[in-house]
């Protein structure tokens, strides 16, 4: 199974707010950091956002900071949010799928099996899993040139 792009960028954000929790971060220095393109992550931290991950906050000296602590912040969750379909095969999609021996086959149910192994793994981690080795994730992650601003009350 490969996640999407956009699970990966979901991902990445989280990490990135979890590291400098201290203070706002924007779309342009996540970008930045990653290499990649701010367009996308618009999308992300949206529908991060929608989802009570992340609170955005407007105007000069904005930005974004988690809106949770990182250990409630669940991976599998996440990462199911943000998926549009976790089919490994077509038959897994009830009404596209037309495969022809979906009557007699014994993959779907081995596959699903699967699936739900993978995120049962994902469940048992949450966003502070992944940023036990903050220290050197911050090293990876360059800060800003630009001036900090600073998270305003209520960090988490």
Do not use: W
């Not at 990649?36 to 618009?42: A, D, K, T």
């Not at 021996?101 to 949450?126: M, N």
């Amino acid at each position: 199974m490969r996640l999407t792009t956009f699970s990966d960028y979901n991902l990445r954000v989280l990490m990135y707010l979890g590291v400098h929790r201290e203070r706002l971060a924007t779309i342009g220095e996540i970008a930045r950091a990653y290499g990649v393109s701010g367009n996308h992550l618009m999308k992300v931290v949206h529908h991060l956002a929608q989802r009570g991950y992340i609170e955005t906050i407007r105007g000069k000296g904005g930005g974004m900071r988690l809106a949770r602590a990182p250990g409630q912040i669940n991976i599998g969750a996440v990462v199911r949010q943000s998926e549009d379909s976790v089919g490994f095969v077509e038959c897994f999609d009830g009404e596209t799928s037309d495969c022809r021996i979906a009557p007699a086959c014994s993959l779907k149910p081995v596959l699903a099996e699967a699936l739900e192994s993978f995120f049962a793994t994902l469940d048992r981690y949450t966003l502070a899993d992944l940023l036990g080795g903050r220290a050197r994730l911050a090293k990876l992650l360059p800060q800003p040139s630009v001036p900090m601003r600073p998270a305003l009350q209520g960090r988490r």
